[in-house]
């Protein structure tokens, strides 16, 4: 089990570090902060980590994601579509024709 929000989405590009297990906006179930780095005695510069398109903390729980690329909201196309349990939502995050969050 991974920590209590700190869900993201990520454009991810050849070379580029996104800091996972090292970082992350979530936390441990007990609210203390993740610190894998300390733990594990990994040092790194936060300098060279890109940060998320998008952050979904709290967590909502994803059940499931498209981009949608259909005729009925053009306006749409490239976004992703996700839905959730917690909540039962529906979210929409615009990626746009090029990729961008």
Known sequence: MGPRGGDEIN???PKNNYGWPLVSNGVNYD???LNYA?????EFNAADLVD????????PAISSF???????F??????FIVGTLK???LLR????????C
């Open 11 to 13: 454009l991810i590009k």
């Open 31 to 33: 609210g203390t902060p």
């Open 38 to 42: 300390e733990q594990f005695g990994i």
């Open 52 to 59: 998320p398109k998008v952050d979904l903390t709290p967590a």
């Open 66 to 72: 498209i981009i949608y690329d259909g005729d009925a």
């Open 74 to 79: 053009p306006a749409w196309r490239g976004d």
């Open 87 to 89: 909540g039962q939502s």
């Open 93 to 100: 995050f615009g990626g746009g024709r090029d990729g961008h």
